[in-house]
């Protein structure tokens, strides 16, 4: 470089345009969707939908039971809050002990059973 000047620096290519790939045709990829897939790609997708319905099962059952709670939580304070009769509080209790119920077999009629007898406490209550 006996004249001072440089060597020219190498052409670099703008960063954008390092990485520019052709958007996928999107017929290549409704065409690729249409095709009927293999069993095993199959196979996972079903295990995939199963898990994800799972997991929606279990937040929505988490949901539900939160909201029970929460009745039965409303009947207890309205119980308390209030003056009794000791005949009204007999009736109510005799409903809350002959309810039939097995929860080891975790039916969800025994579900009903509580969210019923919930509703008439409340009903009682006037609430």
């Keep these: 470089m006996a004249n001072g000047k440089k060597p020219p620096a190498a052409q670099k290519t703008p960063p954008h345009a390092e990485r520019v790939e052709a958007p996928p045709d999107r017929k290549s990829v409704a ?26 099962f279990a937040e929505i059952a988490e949901r539900y039971v939160a909201n029970k709670e929460g009745e039965i939580v409303a ?37 009903a059973r509580i969210e019923k007898i919930v509703a008439s406490l409340r009903k009682e209550m006037g609430e």
């Excluded at 065409?31 to 929606?56: F, G, I, Q, W």
């Excluded at 509080?89 to 039916?107: E, F, I």
């Design 75 to 111: 009947a207890i304070e309205a119980i308390d809050g209030k003056p009794l009769s000791a005949a009204r509080v007999k009736k109510m209790l005799k409903l809350v002990r002959d309810l039939p119920l097995k929860p080891q077999k975790g039916r969800r009629k025994d579900l």
């Design 31 to 56: 065409a690729a969707l249409a095709r009927r897939p293999t069993r095993k790609v199959a196979r996972e997708m079903l295990v995939l939908e199963l898990r994800r319905l799972r997991a929606l």
